[in-house]
């Protein structure tokens, strides 16, 4: 029988750095990048296929369009932000602002899941099932560290672009005057306060 996994996400300015311990002591997995990981399994491997499990269970409960609770897409979005280099208070807020964390959530517009991808765009950043939030994360973390970089770390525009896409948004230019984009903008900034103060 497999031993319990426990996963959680710690945010700090340190690497997370392995520990070593024997079964049923809780340990943290060697994964760089600030995500802390925690275990009771032996180092031996296993937990990185655990994780990989975890992420099948995840796609299999959104094929059959079951709920994430809050927490778990918290932790999606945040794992997949730090695996390319976003912060994650950032795209969690870039989340909440464009699904309020429901990943099945579809726009008039045509946009879908928890990080609002149309189509196009989901496909051109490695989303298959616009309504797996894993999926969805990791995509949505891809897309915004290839905006962070288009528009040279400048936040504001990159968040614009995200929204409005980049074709309204030149490089070195200013939000487009869109209600819809700048009211994106201020929300996702007071959101990202929010998700660093707690």
């Given at each position: 029988m497999k031993r319990a996994l426990m996963i959680g996400v710690v945010w700090c300015g340190?690497?997370?750095?392995?520990?070593?311990?024997?079964?049923?002591?809780?340990?943290?997995?060697?994964?760089?990048?600030?995500?802390?990981?925690?275990?009771?399994?032996?180092?031996?491997?296993?937990?990185?296929?655990?994780l990989?499990?975890?992420?099948e269970v995840a796609t299999e409960r959104a094929v059959e369009r079951?709920?994430?609770?809050?927490?778990?897409?918290v932790a999606l979005v945040s794992?997949?932000?730090?695996?390319?280099?976003?912060?994650?208070?950032?795209?969690?807020a870039v989340a909440w602002a464009e699904s309020r964390f429901r990943p099945y959530?579809?726009?008039?517009?045509?946009?879908?899941?928890?990080m609002q991808f149309m189509p196009a765009t989901g496909r051109r950043f490695g989303v298959k099932n616009l309504m797996d939030p894993v999926e969805s994360a990791e995509g949505g973390a891809r897309y915004m560290?290839?905006?962070?970089?288009a528009y040279d770390g400048d936040l504001t525009l990159a968040l614009a672009a995200y929204n409005a896409g980049p074709g309204a948004v030149k490089k070195g230019g200013r939000v487009p005057p869109i209600a819809e984009t700048m009211n994106f903008v201020r929300n996702v900034l007071t959101m990202r306060d929010h998700f660093r103060d707690r």
């Open positions: 340190l690497a997370a750095v392995a520990t070593v311990g024997t079964a049923d002591q809780v340990r943290v997995i060697n994964q760089p990048g600030t995500v802390w990981s925690y275990t009771n399994l032996p180092p031996d491997g296993r937990e990185q296929l655990l990989a499990e975890a992420k079951k709920p994430f609770s809050h927490r778990e897409l794992e997949a932000a730090l695996r390319h280099g976003v912060e994650p208070e950032l795209l969690c959530v579809a726009s008039p517009m045509g946009a879908q899941g928890l560290r290839f905006l962070l970089d």
